[in-house]
């Protein structure tokens, strides 16, 4: 499969380029005041990904499994199901190791510096079954959590006993950091505003 969201060679994977992203990073606290980073989005961005070089040949080398080819996943799980979960916790463990990389970094230029990360939808169940993490990964890299709430349609009026769900176990695992959490909420109207503040205050 193809990462339609990004450029598919940017794979949390594929070490060249992440070389490369590495050292512009390197160059950016340094030649910056920044006090906190925010990296947006490591991860996958659907439940095929990924299927690209750098991922067939690190799961091969991890695991023993080969993936299968792509266009060709679908029964995966049934056929191979010993090879389909293991390739599901391989992706969260590339995740963690590469949001770690992060931290590492901007520690070591900074100590004092805060480093932050989010999820979106965290309670649909697709931001594990997809993106291949979850939120109480959070509490193992960052150190200020945060949420991109997004109810279907961005709605806030009529979702709001589900954002106000997200919040409260956000909250739960922001206390694992010391840090007050976040939120990045989309309101299209005053009303849906005036929602998400309510919901902010839960």
Not at 180 to 193: I, K
Request: net charge neutral; glycine share 6%; aromatic share 16%.
């Amino acid at each position: 499969e193809i990462n339609w969201y990004c450029p598919g060679n940017s794979c949390i994977n594929n070490d060249e380029y992440w070389g490369v992203w590495f050292s512009r990073l390197e160059r950016l606290l340094k030649e910056s005041p920044a006090d906190a980073v925010m990296i947006d989005e490591i991860q996958f961005f659907g439940p095929q990904l990924c299927g690209c070089v750098s991922c067939r040949t690190k799961f091969k080398a991890d695991t023993g499994f080969e993936l299968p080819p792509n266009g060709k996943l679908k029964g995966w799980n049934t056929r191979q199901p010993e090879a389909f979960r293991r390739w599901r916790a391989w992706r969260i463990e590339k995740i963690l190791a590469r949001q770690a990389e992060c931290r590492k970094l901007l520690k070591s230029l900074n100590s004092e510096a805060v480093f932050s990360g989010y999820l979106c939808n965290i309670l649909t169940g697709y931001t594990y079954y997809a993106f291949g993490t979850y939120i109480l990964n959070l509490r193992h890299y960052v150190d200020s959590v945060g949420l991109e709430s997004m109810p279907n349609g961005l709605r806030y009026p009529e979702y709001y006993p589900l954002v106000m769900l997200e919040l409260k176990l956000l909250r739960s695992v922001a206390e694992h950091t010391g840090n007050a959490p976040w939120v990045l909420f989309y309101a299209q109207d005053n009303f849906s505003d005036i929602a998400a503040s309510f919901c902010a205050f839960a």
